[in-house]
């Protein structure tokens, strides 16, 4: 049996919200020459990932939520919003990420991650909180809601 579709969206913010949690916690602490070209690619394919993540929901679950719950559209259209607004920061967050595999530095990097944790909670929290129980109410599958592999 499948789980809801509310609890797998919830299952997989959470595992992206560990994922940045733990690139937060590699960039805070300056990390050692020899372990910034992995973290680097774990920002990028935490990028990758959350790109995922979103686009499934543009093309697979906010369609189907808008046809099955028109009320929803003006919501719906709010969360297709951020994730325009959210891929800004991930390029920002590429653009460091390469920098700091380029050059072994990247000093705003650490910032970056934080302002886009900040910005990724609360997205995360208000789709949790509007639409998982219209999701639950969805008939098909949970690959409305792609996410590839944890970037981590």
Request: with cysteine.
């Amino acid at each position: 049996m499948t789980s809801p579709l509310g609890a797998e969206l919830r299952r997989i913010h959470d595992s992206l919200r560990a994922d940045l949690r733990a690139l937060q916690a590699a960039a805070a602490t300056g990390a050692r020459p020899d372990v910034r070209r992995t973290l680097a690619a774990h920002c990028l394919a935490f990028c990758a990932a959350l790109t995922a993540h979103h686009t499934g929901e543009d093309a697979g679950a906010f369609p189907a939520l808008a046809q099955r719950f028109p009320e929803l559209a003006s919501v719906l259209d709010e969360m297709a919003e951020d994730h325009v607004w959210i891929s800004g920061i991930l390029a920002r967050v590429e653009e460091l990420a390469g920098e700091l595999a380029a050059s072994g530095t990247s000093p705003r990097l650490a910032g970056e991650l934080d302002g886009l944790a900040a910005i990724v909670e609360s997205h995360f929290s208000f789709e949790e909180r509007r639409i998982a129980a219209a999701l639950d109410r969805l008939p098909g599958p949970a690959t409305l809601l792609v996410q590839q592999n944890s970037a981590l």
